[in-house]
């Protein structure tokens, strides 16, 4: 009987340690505005030496830190992706980060569309 408590207990542990993402994030900025690199960027040199490649999960944003992983949450439809920062920007005015094309066709609902409304949050 007490193996099978014993037992129980580990797998418990190891079922919600691994079950979900939900709270290894902390909330950064709730009113973000995202919006996608260019296809012209890839092959360049990202702000922390990595070649740049539209089909990746990465991000360009003026504070965090390279490497940081962030959820990118599209307010209006809850979807989320998780992307890697590794590059500097996005330098236009009113844009908080700057997606691949394909992390950010993954959240939006509107293809013809350049910018999309979204929460950040950072892994802890």
């Given at each position: 009987m007490a193996k099978k408590?014993?037992?129980?207990?580990?797998?418990?542990?190891?079922?919600?340690?691994?079950?979900s993402s939900k709270g290894a994030?902390?909330?950064y900025d709730k009113k973000?505005?995202?919006c996608y690199y260019a296809d012209?960027?890839?092959?360049?040199?990202?702000?922390?030496?990595?070649?740049?490649?539209?089909?990746?999960y990465t991000a360009a944003h003026r504070k965090l830190a390279f490497g940081t992983?962030?959820?990118?949450t599209n307010i209006a439809n809850g979807k989320s992706v998780v992307v890697t920062v590794n590059d500097r920007g996005p330098f236009s005015a009113g844009k908080d980060i700057d997606l691949t094309k394909k992390a950010f066709m993954e959240i939006?609902?509107?293809k013809n569309h350049g910018e999309?409304?979204?929460?950040?949050?950072?892994a802890k």
């Open positions: 408590a014993v037992a129980l207990f580990l797998f418990t542990l190891i079922a919600f340690g691994c079950s994030f902390t909330s973000a505005v995202a012209k960027f890839n092959g360049k040199k990202t702000a922390n030496g990595d070649t740049f490649n539209n089909s990746k992983k962030v959820k990118v939006t609902d509107n999309i409304k979204v929460s950040i949050e950072i």
